[in-house]
């Protein structure tokens, strides 16, 4: 089974592009799909209807969303395996940009929304650095010059990760994802399947729902405005 | 950047939504060419102008396929926008950055490393041309009406681009002075297809693509026998927009604005 793990924040397309592929490849591939979000999530509704094909989804709630989806990855390839599936998709939330949650073993996807602005990718450079393929999404919306700039801030961030410009709502472009979809390799064993990079993930103790404000409240990963480093503290 | 000669652009036939094929043999480009496209909406007008902008090559949609000077074209012409020789340009397409127009040409030809800076002022020049909304370098992109844009983006596609190919989707409605742009286009040896509901536009081009539920139906070539048809509807487009700037001006129409022939 090849495995697909999609990042991107809110409203890139992620989905758009899904979409696509499930278009162009379902008649080839059994897939199926994990959608990760933190409270509400649609797409794998509208997935299993549209294509029929088995979904699932999992809200991380107090979570961190890609943690939970890092905690939940083994379990998910496990449920795809045993429904047969050629190909799992993992769609992340999207929300945390400092995030990047690609493995090895699989095919890391970030998808970004060139309307985001020529200066987005500057500022998502965990997201994009290890990912294997930038798709960039609504390029039909921008001009020529933030075109050209956009890959060159993308490029910046990742000298070697692939690009592909799409407009995804008709899927132009999107042949250089799917030839490399059919030209990856299977998972070769799952169990050795681990982060491709040290991302800063972690459980805080805002996200966790302490409220209070000042570091003094807290424990973890802790900064003080004149501390220069980061100091831990556990409880 | 200088793109490799490209002499001719080639599309094969695909099919239409019921799967049936295209009756054509091939359609093809070449510099100095206008082809407009017309037919009813859904009828695979965007997808045909689509098809060419990403080189299709039986993969999309569509079926067609699109060579460069017969062959399929190498995949760093297909991929990196900045060695892509087409611009495509729709009435969605905007600057989105809050830059002034002078910052945003800056943007470009930095990206396309050229040295020659007198090449910010000629596209503002050109841009002029083709709006009657004038455009000043120190005005902010986001402000620029629909016009000033899509004749700003235009200017920017022949000069800093120096695209051969020019794709337009649409790009006719509300203060563009078409025919300045269509003659400046074939000024400059453009390879031109536009996708047109204005006939004065579609009478304007040399051969006109007939779409009909995603296939193109007929391609027609007028050989000047609309000559005298758009000599009149020329004057029709003149009049109306005559009077569409007198009423934005406020006036109120009395006399009939000129000879309506």
């Given at each position: 089974m090849k495995l697909l793990i999609f990042a991107g924040p809110p409203s890139a397309g992620k989905t758009a592009v899904v979409r696509q592929i499930l278009r162009q490849l379902a008649g080839e591939s059994f897939i199926a799909f994990l959608k990760i979000d933190v409270v509400r999530a649609f797409?794998?509704?509208?997935?299993?209807?549209?294509?029929?094909?088995?979904?699932?989804?999992?809200?991380?709630?107090?979570?961190?969303?890609?943690?939970?989806?890092?905690?939940?990855?083994?379990?998910?390839?496990?449920?795809?395996?045993?429904?047969?599936?050629?190909?799992?998709?993992?769609?992340?939330?999207?929300?945390?940009?400092?995030?990047?949650?690609?493995?090895?073993?699989?095919?890391?996807?970030?998808?970004?929304?060139?309307v985001g602005g020529t200066n987005s990718p500057l500022k998502m450079t965990p997201m994009i650095a290890l990912a294997d393929i930038a798709v960039v999404t609504k390029v039909d919306l921008i001009s020529q010059a933030e075109k050209e700039v956009f890959r060159e801030r993308v490029r910046e961030v990742a000298p070697r990760v692939d690009i592909i410009e799409t407009n995804a709502v008709h899927g132009t472009g999107l042949r250089y994802l799917l030839k490399a979809i059919r030209n990856m390799p299977e998972i070769l064993c799952a169990d050795d399947i681990v982060l491709k990079g040290?991302?800063?993930?972690?459980?805080?103790?805002?996200?966790?729902?302490?409220?209070?404000?000042?570091?003094?409240?807290?424990?973890?990963?802790?900064?003080?405005?004149?501390g220069a480093d980061d100091l831990y503290r556990g409880e | 950047m200088e793109h490799f000669a490209i002499t001719t652009i080639t599309i094969l036939p695909g099919r239409a939504k019921d799967g049936r094929s295209e009756s054509f043999k091939e359609?093809?480009?070449?510099?100095?060419?206008?082809?407009?496209?017309?037919?009813?909406?859904?009828?695979?007008?965007?997808?045909?102008?689509?098809?060419?902008?990403?080189?299709?090559?039986?993969?999309?949609?569509?079926?067609?396929?699109?060579?460069?000077?017969?062959?399929?074209?190498?995949?760093?012409?297909?991929?990196?926008?900045?060695?892509?020789?087409?611009?495509?340009?729709?009435?969605?397409?905007?600057?989105?950055?809050?830059l002034t127009v002078l910052e945003f040409l800056e943007m470009h030809v930095k990206a396309r490393r050229i040295a020659d800076n007198s090449r910010m002022a000629e596209t503002i020049r050109l841009a002029n041309e083709f709006t009657g909304e004038k455009i000043a370098g120190t005005m902010r992109m986001t402000s620029l009406s629909g016009g000033q844009t899509r004749s700003l983006l235009i200017a920017d596609a022949i000069t800093v681009s120096s695209a051969p190919i020019i794709l337009l989707d649409e790009v006719e409605s509300?203060?563009?002075?078409?025919?300045?742009?269509?003659?400046?286009?074939?000024?400059?040896?453009?390879?031109v297809i536009f996708v047109t509901h204005d006939p004065v536009l579609a009478l304007l081009s040399d051969r006109r693509i007939v779409m009909r539920n995603g296939a193109v139906e007929k391609i027609l070539e007028p050989n000047g026998c609309e000559t005298k048809i758009l000599?009149?509807?020329?004057?029709?487009?003149?009049?109306?927009?005559?009077?569409?700037?007198?009423?934005?001006?406020?006036?109120?129409?009395?006399?009939?604005?000129g000879p309506v022939p």
């Open positions: 797409e794998d509704e509208e997935l299993k209807k549209e294509f029929e094909i088995p979904t699932r989804k999992v809200y991380s709630g107090d979570v961190c969303p890609d943690h939970t989806g890092i905690l939940v990855l083994r379990d998910a390839i496990a449920w795809a395996e045993d429904l047969g599936a050629g190909i799992l998709i993992v769609e992340s939330a999207g929300l945390c940009l400092r995030c990047t949650p690609y493995t090895t073993q699989s095919l890391g996807i970030v998808v970004l929304s060139a040290m991302p800063p993930l972690a459980v805080c103790t805002i996200c966790a729902g302490k409220k209070e404000i000042g570091w003094q409240h807290h424990f973890g990963i802790l900064k003080t405005l004149d | 359609i093809a480009l070449r510099a100095g060419d206008m082809i407009s496209i017309v037919g009813p909406t859904g009828s695979g007008k965007t997808a045909f102008i689509n098809d060419i902008e990403v080189f299709a090559s039986g993969d999309t949609v569509t079926g067609r396929t699109v060579l460069v000077n017969g062959e399929v074209p190498p995949d760093e012409m297909v991929r990196d926008p900045a060695k892509k020789p087409i611009a495509l340009i729709t009435q969605n397409t905007k600057c989105l950055a809050d509300g203060g563009i002075f078409k025919e300045n742009v269509i003659s400046s286009l074939k000024k400059n040896n453009k390879a000599g009149q509807i020329s004057g029709m487009d003149r009049v109306l927009s005559d009077m569409r700037e007198r009423i934005r001006a406020g006036e109120l129409l009395t006399d009939n604005g």
